[in-house]
């Protein structure tokens, strides 16, 4: 249903940024699991209100991010190699 793929979607991206934050601002692994416990509490009403949203209502715009991601690609020292 729905409402499963969304709450793994968030859990996925939440877990994703907080493993990036261990390499990127040295969190501890305690600390990242207490963020993601707390970014978890939060996941019902964000989830409810993304529910409601229409397709036209949905999206995201940040080509700063698009940017970086193209210049990471070719950097002489990258911080995350896939």
């Not at 979607?9 to 994703?16: L, Q």
């Not at 040295?26 to 409810?48: D, F, Y």
């Not at 209502?57 to 940040?62: Q, R, Y």
Request: proline fraction near 5%; avoid cysteine.
């Amino acid at each position: 249903p729905q409402s499963a793929v969304m709450a793994a979607v968030f859990y996925s991206s939440t877990a994703g940024m907080l493993a990036a934050a261990m390499k990127l601002v040295r969190i501890g692994q305690n600390t990242a699991q207490s963020l993601l416990s707390e970014a978890l509490t939060l996941a019902p009403p964000m989830l409810k209100s993304a529910a409601a949203l229409t397709l036209s209502e949905t999206g995201s715009f940040n080509p700063w991010l698009d940017i970086a991601a193209a210049r990471h690609e070719t950097a002489d020292g990258r911080l995350f190699i896939s």
